[in-house]
């Protein structure tokens, strides 16, 4: 074991090595790491005040001490014991507090001090806050004191502290009677700070503290000195960015307007006289300080919407500053008063504000302009088909777009639609000019295309002139990328004005021959749209124009041929089945595709690169179209999947050691299924022998995936219970064969994930099938040997399976013929294994698991609280005891009370366990950590 000095001496070589900029990546990973696990140490305690307390070290040694004892004080303090070792180090702590004066140790033990105090305040340090005060009122400490008392108040806020909540809000709540008293020292400093503009800056920052935390009175509020320093502050340079920080915050603090009605009444003059303030910044080109006046005034305006509604000469002037505001060239500025106005038009258009919306309808009517201001893109975007480009202000367009949205509610859409349309007259007037300056015309037609869902289908004053419009736009990518997805939006007006329908389409289809891919993409979206819209119309009318186009479209890329054969699938889901159109269509869109696939299939080479894609492609495309096929057509669709059925089976065979293609041919068999219904019953026992047969050599996960689609479809069927058995045992076993250990779960996450899934399946629908078999304890027992797996769809569903298995299993009396056998295997195993599954997943919250893996844990912890009683009780003490100790926030033993309290209460249990889970899970892993 080392001694004192030689652990002193390791910390500061470690230290030295992890900051000298010669140091290897190599050498310095492996004393970070060094420095990490001292940290843990109890003897890090002494190491760090020892160094604290020794002259002539450097600044990296002191900071590096200085971090490990506020550390320790955060999460360590339950080491000390004694009350006698509480107050020596809080002795110490003060000593190198003043000790120390660079700012980045002083704030480090500033949070020392304050951690200190929250942890002591309530027992052995009542004192603590005019003790602070004393110690370091004057002199060269000052800094230091305001630095503690700007973030006492926070730490006692702030969830990471790892104290108990009641320690936290103790602490606030004895702070919080000292409020007024920290006021007056903070005006003390104000007073004597003279030109000191540093000094100031921090007595704001910590009076802003006090009002975010602290407990002011209405009264102390409005008299105290601090408050009328902040007015003149914000007219001072050097300080206007806190003192704007600090009337957000008084704003926010005053929010209840009757209770602080005297303060509100200062406030509100002060804040709308900086509108001269934010004049010169916007002449001055000064974004920053527009943005920072822009949250104050928008901030206003939220908080104190009942004097908004009122109307009053401020509320006018406030309104009007919020519209400049939304005005600003910057976006990022515009963009702030949006939740604003969100709120303000929630309030005018509810009830019981009736009389004043009109009041209102200008202020929103004016704001039009404005939001089709902040949708333009800027003249800088000269090309449309840079997504990246044009993607960096997509935020701005949709968050603009929902305030129009917004806007409707007040003034009505026919307003919006009027106004929408005398804007795109001049700005196409404008292009006409110059067809460099699309940018308005474009922004335009995003507003008409923001506001399509308001629009009524019946709409006949300004749409008709717009759907007539916008075949003039083809020679511009970007107007005809947005005037194309018009056409997508207004799917149901359309429906409504048939007359539309030829020459849209013929606009849309004209786009997918664009050189642009974002034009072509949006071509693709709204014919399918249009066909969703408009499918009795295009079935009627228009069926051999959209074959057609679906004939060509085999140069598209995946995504906008998906488009067009969900598209074209939709309107053949129009057409009758009595003369068999419905089967002739969904022929029709089969038949290429087959085509392709059985090329592949009778290629006696292996498949080019691009004849692989080929192949790809057809099988999604036949999924898509499987996808959204009707119920109506369930016998037509295991027609077609019976004739697709060699295609696919040869396919398979061809490409057996191939995943992807295995995974789509898969997903064909998956829609298949759901499309055919019931009428998959001449197919089941073939696919699921065929599958069964190739598993072995090929384990495939999306084979398994479809075993859980049948067992989901034909799980209740008494005629398939032997062949989902015998499906059931073979998968199962092969499963685990390919599952065989720790290391198998994480190198194959996708098995696991499915493999998993289908046990859950079987559980539920089929039960009878699972505890029937005593293949279910090894199918456990894989589960358990694969219980640290940190893929997040592997995780999830292998605590779905567990849960699952003890849910059903202990209801399985009631729901089996064979129950009270269920029941015992249920039990047999949880006795096993019980113990084995609690200390995985106390393990797994603990330190195994990423910590956004424990929500999956919670499901698993409450089905063995409720089922399983007072042995999962036993089971979780045993796993407990080989977790180290906590202390705060949750110990050991307030994680079990918590645990197995309010469990007749589902709903409550689940929230209150993973709250407490997570409780915990902070505390192990700090302590560990």
């Known amino acids: 074991m080392s001694t004192p000095q030689e652990t002193l001496a390791g910390v500061l070589e470690a230290v030295k090595a992890l900051f000298s900029d010669g140091t290897t990546e190599v050498v310095r990973k492996k004393a970070n790491q060094w420095l990490l696990n001292f940290k843990k140490e109890k003897k890090a305690w002494s190491v760090a005040n020892t160094m604290l307390s020794t002259p002539g070290l450097s600044d990296n040694a002191y900071y590096f001490a200085a971090y ?190 009757k209770k602080y009605s005297a303060a509100v009444r200062v406030l509100v003059p002060h804040i709308l006289s900086l509108s001269g303030k934010y004049d010169q910044a916007l002449a001055e080109d000064d974004s920053e300080s527009c943005k920072a006046l822009t949250r104050l005034f928008s901030e206003t305006g939220e908080r104190y919407m009942p004097m908004v509604l009122e109307g009053r000469d401020e509320a006018v002037k406030l309104v009007t500053m919020l519209l400049k505001c939304t005005s600003h060239p910057d976006k990022d500025v515009a963009s702030i008063p949006f939740n604003f106005w969100y709120n303000l038009s929630r309030e005018v258009t509810h009830q019981r504000n009736q009389k004043v919306r009109p009041m209102f309808e200008k202020p929103f009517l004016m704001l039009i302009p404005r939001l089709k201001g902040i949708m333009e893109y800027p003249p800088k975007v000269k090309q449309f088909n840079d997504a990246k480009e044009i993607g960096d202000y997509k935020r701005y367009r949709y968050l603009a777009a929902d305030v129009l949205v917004d806007t409707v509610g007040v003034i009505g859409i026919g307003t919006v639609l009027k106004n929408l349309r005398i804007a795109i007259e001049k700005e196409w007037t404008e292009y006409q000019r110059d067809r460099s300056r699309w940018h308005g015309v474009e922004a335009c037609l995003y507003c008409f295309r923001s506001v399509a869902r308001r629009v009524s289908p019946d709409e006949n004053e300004v749409l008709p002139e717009i759907m007539k419009f916008l075949p003039q736009v083809s020679d511009n990518s970007a107007l005809r990328y947005t005037g194309t997805l018009i056409v997508g939006r207004f799917n149901d007006w359309i429906n409504r004005h048939p007359q539309f329908i030829a020459p849209l389409m013929q606009f849309v289809v004209a786009g997918l021959e664009n050189e642009v891919p974002l034009v072509v993409s949006s071509a693709a979206f709204a ?161 699921l022998t065929k599958l069964s047969k190739l598993f072995p050599k090929y384990p495939h996960s999306a ?95 292998l605590m779905k399976f567990f849960a699952t298995f003890i849910t059903v299993g202990c209801s399985a009396t009631s729901r089996l013929p064979n129950g009270e056998q269920a029941v015992a295997l249920m039990k047999k195993i949880m006795a096993q294994f019980g113990p084995d599954l609690t200390r995985g997943v106390i393990e797994g919250i603990a330190f195994r698991l990423p910590f956004s893996r424990i929500q999956f844990c919670v499901e698993v912890i409450e089905s063995l609280i409720r ?54 899970a902070s505390a192990v892993r700090a302590k560990i950590h």
């Open 68 to 257: 490990t004892l506020r550390r320790k004080i955060q999460y360590d303090f339950a080491d000390l014991q004694d009350q006698a070792d509480r107050f020596k180090l809080r002795n110490a702590v003060f000593e190198h507090a003043k000790r120390h004066p660079a700012k980045t140790i002083r704030m480090q033990l500033a949070l020392a001090v304050s951690g200190l105090a929250i942890l002591m305040v309530g027992t052995d340090w009542p004192t603590a806050l005019a003790d602070i005060v004393k110690a370091f009122k004057t002199g060269e400490t000052a800094f230091l004191l305001l630095d503690i008392l700007t973030v006492l108040p926070e730490e006692c806020d702030n969830n990471k502290f790892a104290a108990r909540r009641s320690v936290r809000e103790r602490a606030a709540d004895v702070f919080a009677r000292d409020t007024e008293n920290v006021l007056k020292i903070l005006t003390t400093y104000m007073k004597s700070a003279g030109s000191n503009s540093a000094l100031q800056r921090m007595v704001f920052k910590c009076f802003l503290s006090w009002v975010r935390y602290g407990e002011i009175t209405p009264e102390a509020l409005v008299n105290d000195p601090l408050f009328q320093y902040t007015f003149q502050a914000v007219r001072q340079e050097e300080l206007f960015e806190i003192s704007v920080e600090v009337l957000s915050e008084l704003v926010l603090h005053t929010e209840e307007m």
């Open 527 to 687: 014919f399918n749209y249009v066909c969703l819209g408009c499918a009795d119309h295009l079935a009627g009318n228009f069926l051999k124009a959209l074959f057609d186009v679906y004939s060509k479209s085999e140069r598209l890329r995946l995504p906008e041929r998906k488009e067009i054969v969900e598209g074209l699938a939709n309107v053949v889901a129009r057409l009758p089945l009595e003369n068999k159109k419905y089967l002739q269509g969904l022929t029709e869109i089969m038949t290429p595709l087959a085509k392709v696939l059985r090329a592949g299939v009778e290629s006696k080479e292996s498949l080019s690169e691009d004849k692989r894609d080929k192949v790809c492609q057809s099988l999604d495309l036949i999924a898509q179209a499987f996808m959204i096929l009707p119920e109506k057509g369930a016998a037509q669709a295991s027609e077609i999947l019976l004739k697709l059925r060699p295609i696919l089976d040869g396919t398979m065979d061809k490409h057996l050691k191939d995943d992807q293609i295995m995974e789509k041919v898969c997903r064909c068999w998956k829609y298949g299924i759901r499309a055919s219904r019931l009428y998959f019953k001449p197919m089941i026992i073939p696919l």
């Open 703 to 797: 084979f398994l995936y479809i075993v859980c689609v049948c067992v989901n479809e034909f799980g209740t069927h008494p005629d398939y219970q032997n062949l989902l058995a015998q499906a059931y045992t073979m998968f199962s076993k092969h499963g685990m064969v390919k599952l065989s250990g720790p290391r198998a779960f994480q190198e194959h996450p996708d098995v696991v994930g499915d493999f998993f899934d289908m046990q859950k399946r079987y559980i539920k629908n089929c039960p009878n099938i699972v505890f029937g078999s005593e293949l279910i304890v090894d199918v456990f027992k894989c589960a358990l040997s694969g219980i640290g797996v940190e893929h997040k769809d592997a995780c999830s569903m």
């Open 867 to 920: 089922h399983c009683g007072s042995a999962a009780q036993v089971w979780f003490q045993k796993a407990l005891s080989a977790i180290p100790q906590t202390e705060h926030p949750i110990t050991h033993q307030q994680f079990l009370i918590a645990l197995f309290k309010n469990t007749s209460q589902e709903h409550k249990s689940l929230r209150s366990i993973k709250e407490t889970i997570k409780e915990f």
